[in-house]
């Protein structure tokens, strides 16, 4: 008797236990890393997340972008769309996100690690672009000049 009252009392706890809530939560990806999970691959990985272009080009920063291109890209890139050691400049905003761009110029060594675009180029270039330590500024200065290359006023 005592274990016939024991069974039905159990029965009756579980029975009237709320249901478990249906699990409807996404599991993440543990594949993913977690540079993946967070940005935008068209962006880039740096620091620079989102870029606004204003037209017309700060003729300032454009003059300030011929300078470092003079001092620090022009012995690897071209303005036309020829390979010297780098890639030719030449369409290069039209086929890049600004963020990108920025962050590659100043996030180089992570870009050609992990961004997938910057693989590619690395392959197809056979060389490493070095990190010439660029501020933020001198990135936004190097896209405007980029910006007038292909065209924009």
């Known amino acids: 008797m005592k274990y ?3 069974l ?12 478990k809530p249906a699990q409807t939560e996404e599991k993440p990806d543990i594949n993913k890393s977690a540079v ?5 691959p068209t962006k880039g990985i740096g620091a620079i997340k989102n870029v606004t272009l204003e037209s017309p ?6 003059k300030r972008g011929i300078a470092i291109y003079e ?10 769309d020829q390979r010297i050691v780098g890639p030719g400049w030449k369409g290069v905003t039209k086929l890049r996100k600004p963020e990108w761009i920025m962050n590659m110029i100043t996030n180089v060594d992570v ?5 997938e675009e910057a693989q590619k180029l690395l392959e197809l270039c056979l060389m490493r672009m070095p990190n010439q330590n660029m501020s933020i500024g001198d990135a936004r200065d190097v896209l405007e000049f980029m910006r007038q290359n292909d065209g924009e006023k």
Do not use: N, W, Y
Not at 8 to 19: G, N, W, Y
Not at 57 to 62: A, M, P, S
Not at 71 to 80: R, Y
Not at 111 to 115: I, K, N, R, T, V
């Open 71 to 80: 001092m620090k890209c022009q012995a690897c890139h071209k303005l036309t």
């Open 57 to 62: 080009l700060d003729q300032e920063r454009v």
């Open 36 to 40: 993946e999970a967070i940005t935008d």
């Open 4 to 6: 016939f009252f024991g």
């Open 8 to 19: 039905a009392l159990a029965t009756i706890f579980f029975s009237c236990a709320p249901d």
């Open 111 to 115: 870009m050609l690690e992990q961004d």
